[in-house]
């Protein structure tokens, strides 16, 4: 028989019957469980937590022990709305018990459910006091075969205390032995141990309980997509002072060193074509924080950057430009990188002496002047990135300015009229969009500006109100005009004819209130 559980307030005779029926009646489980989980949710936030408080969860955990699936559902459904809305710590005292035997539940959703709210539950508070046996079912989770399980019980380990939880003999012990049993679940606890190694003492206490022995041999182990997941995981920690000391003095930097290779099909596992451009990737991603160190210590970094812009397949020459585009947007890099002896290390063809940004940026030029058409957008835009100066002190804004029209000056054969108004008015967006951008990055700059008064036919595409243009281009063509009509030195840079065409457009005021439902017309009839 239903339990009728229609809401008005909180009712305690009714949730006092709905748990006395379910303590003493075997047959109707399903169906009382279902019309609690209606009346629950039809409380608001502080109406639930009354109710949670009145309700037994030990009683809702019992009603897991079935086959049926029916039941197991809107049992985890009602301990997911009920344990959420609990204090942590409450449901942790007067629960944990329940909480352990249902993470030894043989149905998976059971698992992943529990362990989900127990992360949520850390996440509110993780100074709770979690039993041992508790903490042990969670860490035997990181073997399931369930990625759902295995996942969630990765994310609720995370929450807890690192330096607590790896001395405690118990827990030690168990990540010991899990991390011998199986390379992919010696993955997942890396992904724990990497995000609990947030300071010096934290990782000193990790390498001392030998949790990271085998790490050398991971990344160098046949299985490509292990190496791949395990050098991305290593990156928050390869970019902190103490955490690339740390790899560097057991061998992971020299080791992953060795990989990179501008062809990596010349190494002798080809599988290593698909794991180079991770490397590479974890070298860039140190390198913004240690430009000048990477540059001088482990120069082939760069030199498979340049190899691979002169002539890698596209795959890779994607791959380099991104690095050159994520380098290029830290002023420290583009500061420490400037350095003429790249030349020499870059085996740089040319007869004079270059920094690393000239030299990339004669082969980004010739990319984006190319008819490869899925190159040309990322290639104008790390070119944008060079080029720009970033906001900062005036001095150094004025010392960056003068390096940044240097840089420019590499790009040869018109680079306004093949890059910058060849991009605008092609039909494609990202390299109509990366085009107008560069545009925008001249603006900025003084030299950019006279650049830009040579060539006035061009802000002929600014102006122009053109009913079509996607809104992204729109507002670029405002944001240029608005820069160059708002610039200390356009007033100086630019002739009277152009400034006086800039101070009486109307294209920042075009289309703020122009009607839409024309244009919706207009498109629904195509």
């Known amino acids: 028989m239903s339990v009728d559980l229609t809401p008005v307030d909180v009712d305690t005779n009714l949730i006092a019957y709905a748990m006395r029926k379910l303590s003493i009646d075997n047959t109707n489980v399903t169906e009382i469980l279902t019309d609690c989980h209606i009346y629950l949710t039809k409380l608001n936030r502080c109406d639930l937590l009354k109710a949670a408080n009145l309700i037994d969860l030990n009683i809702i955990f019992d ?57 949520k539950m850390l996440a509110n508070d993780n100074n709770v006091d979690i039993q041992m046996d508790l903490a042990c079912s969670i860490v035997d989770c990181l073997t399931s075969s369930d990625m759902t ?17 790896l001395s405690s003999s118990p827990i030690l012990s168990k990540l010991q032995t899990i991390m011998a049993m199986d390379p992919k679940i010696r993955t997942r606890v890396y992904d724990i ?40 995981m290593l990156i928050p920690l390869s970019i902190t002072e103490y955490g690339f000391d740390y790899l560097n003095s057991i061998g992971i930097i020299s080791g992953l060193y060795r990989l990179l290779s501008s062809n990596p099909k010349e190494l002798e596992d080809p599988l290593i074509v698909i794991l180079n451009p991770i490397v590479l990737e974890f070298f860039i991603k140190v390198t913004q924080v240690r430009p000048l160190f990477i540059f001088t210590t482990y120069p082939k970094v760069f030199v498979v950057l340049y190899e691979v812009l002169k002539e890698g397949d596209d795959s890779l020459v994607g791959v380099a430009i991104n690095a050159i585009t994520t380098l290029a947007s830290s002023w420290e890099c583009k500061m420490l990188l400037d350095n003429p002896s790249a030349s020499m290390i870059l085996n740089y063809d040319g007869d004079d002496e270059l920094d690393i940004w000239s030299i990339f940026i004669i082969e980004l030029n010739r990319i984006a002047t190319s008819t490869k058409t899925e190159l040309k957008p990322g290639a104008i835009q790390a070119i944008t990135k060079i080029i720009q100066v970033e906001k900062g002190e005036l001095s150094s804004r004025n010392d960056m300015i003068e390096r940044t029209k240097k840089w420019y000056k590499q790009l040869t054969n018109n680079p306004l009229k093949n890059i910058v108004h060849a991009s605008c008015i092609v039909p494609f967006l990202n390299i109509q969009q990366a085009g107008y951008e560069m545009l925008q990055t001249l ?18 595409l600014v102006f122009e109100e053109c009913p079509k243009d996607p809104i992204a281009i729109k507002d670029l063509k405002k944001m240029i005009i608005k820069t160059l009509l708002e610039s200390n030195t356009s007033k100086h840079t630019l002739s009277e004819e152009l400034l006086f065409r800039i101070q009486n457009n109307d294209v920042i005021k075009s289309n703020e209130h122009a009607p839409q439902p024309d244009v919706l017309v207009e498109n629904m009839s195509i």
């Open 443 to 460: 603006a900025e700059q003084p030299w950019g500006q006279e650049e830009i008064n040579k060539c006035s036919t061009l802000l002929d």
């Open 149 to 165: 399980v295995s996942y969630n019980a990765v994310r609720c380990l995370k929450r807890f205390q690192s330096d607590e939880t």
């Open 63 to 119: 009603c897991l022990n079935t086959t049926v699936q029916t039941q197991i559902e809107i049992s985890c459904a009602l301990l997911q709305k009920l344990l959420s809305i609990l204090q942590p710590k409450h449901a942790f005292n007067k629960y944990s018990t329940s909480i352990e035997h249902a993470i030894h539940h043989p149905n998976d959703t059971v698992k992943s459910t529990i362990l989900s709210e127990l992360e």
């Open 193 to 232: 141990l990497i995000h609990w190694a947030k300071s010096v003492d934290a990782l000193a206490l990790i390498s001392s309980k030998g949790l990271f022995t085998n790490l050398v041999k991971d990344i160098t182990y046949p299985d490509v997509m292990m190496q791949m997941v395990t050098i991305q």
